[in-house]
């Protein structure tokens, strides 16, 4: 989910990335991280693929107000 093979897109928002990856992750435990553990998840994603800059504050609060999809 990092690069140029990245398709972060599929998701209009952090927020519905974070849905998914909470529902989703980790791959045959879903729904077993953390609220923390989803935000950290998602911080790295988008820090990898340049939507974000660190040291950006992410909280439930600020997920959807990122834009991922065009």
Do not use: H, R
Not at 4 to 17: D, E, F, R, V
Not at 21 to 29: A, D, E, F, T
Not at 47 to 59: C, F, G, S, T
């Amino acid at each position: 989910m990092t690069g140029s093979k990245a398709n972060l897109g599929k998701y209009s928002t952090a927020q519905a990335l974070f849905d998914f990856v909470s529902k989703n992750m980790p791959l045959g435990k879903g729904g077993s991280l953390s609220n923390q553990a989803c935000i950290q998840v998602i911080a790295f994603l988008l820090v990898q693929n340049q939507i974000i800059q660190p040291p950006a504050k992410l909280d439930t609060n600020s997920l959807d107000t990122i834009k991922l999809s065009k």
